[in-house]
């Protein structure tokens, strides 16, 4: 069974920062590209950030400059660093596993909240 455990959300204010984590097995974590999503309330699930099993990343346009993802493949961690954090960052944040076409595995989410 995957799995993809998530950890790190919290509450902050503006301008703060918060440190995700996203756990997985090996196989999962070397096969596929990992990745960032967040759902804000009423509004659909987007992609934050994206990383390859050989590093190359892709970030939303509102990420870029703020948020960096990495990933730990000895520990097979994923992490998504995120800075200079703003009221709309606040979301649930789910960590990914997919292809390039489709995610395949999602985590249960991690709520991050950013007050102003």
């Known amino acids: 069974q995957v799995q993809l455990v998530e950890s790190g959300g919290g509450s902050v204010q503006a301008g703060g920062s918060l440190r995700l984590s996203c756990t997985t097995n090996r196989i999962v974590f070397q096969a596929y590209i990992s990745g960032w999503y967040r759902q804000a309330p009423g509004k659909q699930r987007e992609m934050v950030a994206t990383?390859?099993?050989?590093?190359?990343?892709n970030y939303s346009d509102s990420a870029k400059g703020r948020f960096v993802i990495s990933r730990d493949n000895a520990e097979n961690i994923l992490y998504l660093q995120m800075t200079d954090l703003k009221p709309e960052d606040t979301a649930v944040y789910f960590c990914?596993?997919?292809?390039?076409?489709?995610?395949?595995?999602w985590g249960q989410g991690t709520q991050v909240t950013v007050s102003s």
């Open positions: 990914a596993a997919g292809d390039a076409d489709n995610v395949h595995y």
């Open positions: 990383i390859r099993t050989y590093g190359s990343t």
